[in-house]
């Protein structure tokens, strides 16, 4: 079973950066789609980022051009930095890798607020 631990949330103000990272417990960037979704209180979990399997990357609009997910094959990492933060980023942001057809695997999550 895979496991993901993630780290990097904390508090910033609007404009700022911060980087998360998610530390998978094995290698699973070849066959995995990797990324990270977010959920805001009393929202849905949405998709941030994602790298696919094969490489190709998958942005929100809201995201795009503010935030970069890249992956470390060496460490079994996927990050994802983020900057120009808004307000409206504030969220639990989770982890996951998934296989098509197959229940995906998540972090326990991590909390990003932005304060304006």
């Known amino acids: 079973q895979v496991q993901l631990v993630e780290s990097g949330g904390g508090l910033v103000q609007a404009g700022g950066s911060l980087r998360l990272s998610c530390a998978a417990s094995?290698?699973?960037?070849?066959?995995?789609?990797v990324g990270w979704y977010r959920q805001a209180p009393g929202s849905q979990r949405d998709l941030v980022a994602e790298i696919t399997s094969g490489g190709r990357t998958n942005y929100a609009d809201s995201v795009k051009g503010r935030f970069t997910i890249s992956t470390d094959n060496v460490k079994n990492t996927v990050y994802l930095q983020m900057h120009s933060l808004k307000p409206e980023d504030t969220a639990v942001y989770y982890c996951?890798?998934?296989?098509?057809?197959?229940?995906?695997?998540w972090g326990q999550g991590t909390q990003v607020t932005v304060s304006s």
């Open positions: 996951f890798a998934k296989i098509r057809g197959l229940t995906p695997y």
């Open positions: 094995e290698s699973i960037f070849r066959v995995y789609d």
